[in-house]
């Protein structure tokens, strides 16, 4: 079955601190992979996308790498803040026609002071 | 403007009403999506339409009936719901293939 995962349900650091997040998916070959923030009772909202000829992209804080043999995606945020505080998403597009976009169970990240 | 909005925001239902969801965006984007997310679950895909055509429906019940009135619209009908359908109702809308997504604030709908 085709099945997006993302690794840690839960993941609390310090502020500061680099938070890695993990993304892997099976019987996909996704052309593009991407990165939403959700927060409480609030609709995601898109931060990355990385393409499969990409193998890193950043903007400000946030790094995203993109592994095709791996079929992983490694989701960084550098110096954290308790404002990063979210759920973290992982999506792709399951179908040829790139419009059926699905998303993993997400990582909430939670920062401490 | 790159918003979605979602009317209304909060809704209450019996089990033998019928209501309406609506979403509106006016970014000329021709994909539009509904998804329903439950509680620490992520949003999971319900329809997709694609210039104003129904081209994906993930086996929803047919107490859920989408309609898309024209490029900017995309209404979601309720009828005869169960208390399980509780959950938040997000819309999306898209530009070409393969593009980000941009989500509704979701309405709050709780069955009872």
């Known amino acids: 079955s085709q099945k997006i995962e993302q690794n840690s349900e839960a993941l609390n650091i310090q502020e500061g601190k680099t938070a890695t997040l993990t993304c892997n998916y099976t019987?996909?070959?996704?052309?593009?992979l991407q990165w939403y923030r959700q927060d409480p009772g609030r609709g995601p909202v898109f931060l990355l996308l990385i393409r499969e000829n990409e193998k890193e992209k950043r903007k400000e804080r946030l790094k995203v790498t993109f592994d095709t043999t791996l079929k992983q995606s490694l989701f960084h945020i550098t110096a954290s803040q308790p404002a990063d505080s979210a759920t973290y998403l992982c999506?792709?597009?399951?179908?040829?026609?790139?419009?059926?976009?699905?998303f993993g169970k997400g990582t909430t990240l939670s920062v401490s002071s | 403007d790159t918003e979605v909005t979602q009317t209304p925001k909060h809704l209450v239902m019996g089990m033998t009403n019928k209501k309406s969801l609506k979403c509106e965006q006016h970014?000329?984007?021709?994909?539009m999506y509904w998804y329903k997310q439950k509680a620490k679950k992520p949003p999971e895909l319900m329809f997709v339409y694609s210039y104003e055509k129904l081209s994906i429906n993930e086996s929803v019940p047919s107490r859920f009936s989408p309609e898309c009135p024209n490029s900017s619209l995309l209404n979601l009908h309720l009828h005869a719901l169960q208390p399980e359908d509780s959950a938040l109702y997000l819309c999306?809308?898209?530009?070409?293939?393969?593009?980000?997504?941009?989500f509704g604030q979701g309405t709050r709908l709780t069955v009872v």
């Open positions: 999306a809308s898209r530009g070409a293939r393969n593009t980000e997504a941009f």
């Open positions: 019987n996909y070959s996704p052309a593009y």
């Open positions: 999506a792709l597009d399951i179908n040829q026609a790139g419009t059926a976009l699905i």
């Open positions: 970014m000329g984007h021709r994909a």
